[in-house]
C-alpha cells in the first residue's frame, strides 16, 4: 500500500484494456492512448475482483474449505487452519491497487468526459456498487481495515477503521446510488462485464447488496440493519434474468480461474468432501449430480475433511470430484443469486423486519437454487420441499442448511452466512491446528512489515485467523 502514489501515477500509463462482450479493446495499445476510457477500467477492475473471489486462493483453497463443500486430497495445510500472514497478502494488494485503485481512477474519470450527467451519475453509481462489493470482501474477512485514508495518495501508510464505521458508510453508499440512479439514461456503452450497463439491472442489484450487507449486521446493530432492508426491500434481483453473473470468457488469460487452476497449471487438489456428499444424499438432493463427478465406479464418494496429507493421498483415486461443468474455460461466477434474495428475505420475514411469509420466500429460494442449477421439475421441486419443511422454531437452522447448498461454488459468501448463522453445525477436524473453525483471514504480511503502526492500534495478534468479526456476534 506504499506503493499506492505511484500505482495512482502508473495508472493512466499502463492501464489493461478490457471490455465487455468482445473484448476488443484488448486489441488496442494502452501505452500508446492519449485518452483512457474508464470502461476499460472498469472491465479490467471487474476481470480482477471476480477472478479473485472466485479462484484458488479465497475460494477453492479458503471459503470452499472452511464451510466443507470441498476436502482437500493433498497438501491439505487450508483444511486444517495452518495459514500463515503470507497466504492472503497477494489477494489483499491485488484488491487494493488492482480493483479499487483502479475504480477509483476510473470515476475521476468519468468527469472528464463529454456525456449527459445523467449517464455521469450511473456510471459512478456502478463504479461505487462495486467499490463497495470489493470493500466487502476485505473486512468481511480481515475486519478492520484502511478505508477512509486507503484510497488518498496522500497517505502512504493509510489508517485503518473500525468495520463498523466501514459497513456504515458502504451501507450508506449503497442507498445513496439505488436512489439516484436514472432509469431513461444509459451508463456505460462497453466494458461493463457483469450488466452490460443495464441500468435497471444495475439497481436491482444495488438494493439486493444492500439487503445483503443490512441483514450480515441485523445481530451487531439491529436498529441500523432494520432501517437499511427496509430501504433495500423494494426492486430486488427477481428472476433468474436479473443474476449477478460475471460470465468468464474462453481465451485463457480471461478465463474461469478454477480451469486455469487445473488445466494450465496441473492442479488435482480438491475433491467434493464427505459432509456435502452424506447432507445432499440423505435429503435426496437433485443438485449433488450438478457438484460433484462420478468416480470410476460410477459412485459420488466424497473425501473426509481435513485429514493429514498421507491420509489423504491414499484416498484421492478413490473419491469424487466437482463436476467437471464448474470448472470449464466460461464456468461463470454467481455474484448475487434470485435464491439469496429469496433466503434473505425469509429471514426478514421471520424476524419481522419485514411483513411477508418466511415459509413462502423460503420455498421460493430453493426453487430458484433448482432453477439455475437445471432442474425444472416443478413437481419434484415441491417434493423436495415439502421433505425439507421450514421450521420457524428453529429457522436459522432451516435458512442456514438451505442456504449452505444453495451459496455452492460462492465458497467466500457461503463462509460469511456460516459464521452468521451457525449453520451447518460444522466439526474440527482432529488434524487442525486450532481448536475453532477460522473467523477471519490474517492479516498480511506486507501489511506486518510496512504499515505496522496503523494495523498495531487496531490489532495485538495480526496473525489470528480464530477471533471475531464485529458482526459474528453468535
Not at 265 to 281: A, I, P, Q, Y
Not at 340 to 351: D, G, I, K, S, T
Not at 396 to 425: C, F, H, T, V
Amino acid at each position: 500500500m506504499k506503493y499506492f502514489k505511484l500505482i495512482f501515477a502508473l495508472t493512466i500509463l499502463l492501464t489493461f484494456n478490457y471490455s465487455c462482450s468482445d473484448f476488443d479493446d484488448l486489441n488496442d495499445d494502452p501505452n500508446a492512448a492519449t485518452k483512457v476510457d474508464p470502461s476499460a477500467l472498469l472491465s479490467y477492475a471487474e476481470f480482477q475482483l471476480f477472478d479473485e473471489i472466485h479462484g484458488r486462493t479465497m475460494n477453492a483453497e479458503w471459503g470452499m474449505l472452511m464451510v466443507q463443500y470441498w476436502a482437500q486430497n493433498e497438501y491439505c495445510e487450508e483444511s486444517r487452519y495452518d495459514v500463515t500472514e503470507d497466504t492472503f497478502d497477494s489477494s489483499w494488494s491485488l484488491l487494493y491497487t488492482d480493483v479499487l485503485k483502479e475504480l477509483e481512477t476510473a470515476k475521476s474519470l468519468i468527469d472528464l468526459q463529454d456525456i449527459a450527467e445523467p449517464v455521469k451519475i450511473n456510471q459512478k453509481n456502478i463504479i461505487d456498487v462495486l467499490k463497495v462489493h470489493t470493500f466487502m470482501i476485505l473486512t468481511d474477512g480481515f475486519g478492520d481495515i484502511p478505508y477512509s485514508q486507503a484510497l488518498n495518495i496522500e497517505y502512504d501508510l493509510p489508517g485503518y477503521d473500525s468495520q463498523e464505521l466501514v459497513y456504515n458508510s458502504m451501507l450508506s453508499t449503497l442507498s445513496s446510488a439505488a436512489s439516484t440512479y436514472d432509469l431513461n439514461s444509459p451508463s456505460f456503452a462497453k466494458g461493463d462485464i457483469i450488466y452490460n450497463g443495464d441500468v435497471a439491472k444495475w439497481k436491482k442489484y444495488t438494493h439486493s447488496l444492500l439487503l445483503r450487507l443490512a441483514m450480515r449486521i441485523v445481530d451487531a446493530d439491529p436498529s441500523t440493519a432494520s432501517t437499511y432492508i427496509t430501504a433495500a426491500s423494494t426492486d430486488l434481483i427477481s428472476s433468474l434474468s436479473e443474476e449477478a453473473i460475471f460470465n468468464f470468457d474462453s481465451t485463457p488469460d480471461r478465463a474461469n480461474p478454477l480451469w486455469r487452476d487445473v488445466v494450465q497449471n496441473s492442479r488435482d487438489d480438491f475433491c467434493v468432501s464427505e459432509l456435502l456428499v452424506t447432507t445432499l444424499s440423505s435429503k435426496s438432493d437433485p443438485r449433488l449430480d450438478k457438484f460433484s463427478k462420478e468416480t470410476t465406479t460410477g459412485s459420488i464418494v466424497g473425501m473426509p475433511y481435513g485429514l493429514t496429507d498421507n491420509e489423504a493421498t491414499l484416498l484421492k483415486p478413490t473419491t469424487s470430484r466437482p463436476d467437471e461443468s464448474l470448472r470449464q474455460t466460461t464456468s461463470p461466477s454467481v455474484i448475487f443469486s434470485l435464491a439469496e434474495v429469496q433466503f434473505l428475505l425469509a429471514e426478514a420475514y421471520e424476524r419481522g423486519i419485514l411483513s411477508g411469509s418466511a415459509e413462502s420466500a423460503y420455498a421460493n429460494a430453493i426453487k430458484a437454487s433448482m432453477n439455475y442449477w437445471g432442474i425444472t421439475d416443478d413437481s419434484a421441486i415441491n417434493s423436495y420441499i415439502s421433505s425439507q419443511p421450514y421450521n420457524s422454531s428453529n429457522w436459522k437452522e432451516s435458512i442456514g442448511m438451505q442456504k449452505w447448498i444453495a451459496l455452492y461454488m460462492n465458497g467466500y459468501e457461503a463462509w460469511a452466512e456460516w459464521r452468521r448463522l451457525d449453520y451447518p453445525q460444522l466439526v474440527v477436524p482432529s488434524a487442525a491446528v486450532e481448536t475453532s473453525i477460522p473467523t477471519k483471514l490474517p492479516y498480511p504480511r506486507s501489511e506486518v512489515s510496512n504499515n505496522s503502526a496503523s494495523l498495531g492500534k487496531v490489532s495485538t495478534t495480526p496473525g489470528s485467523i480464530v477471533k471475531k468479526v464485529w458482526w459474528d456476534i453468535n
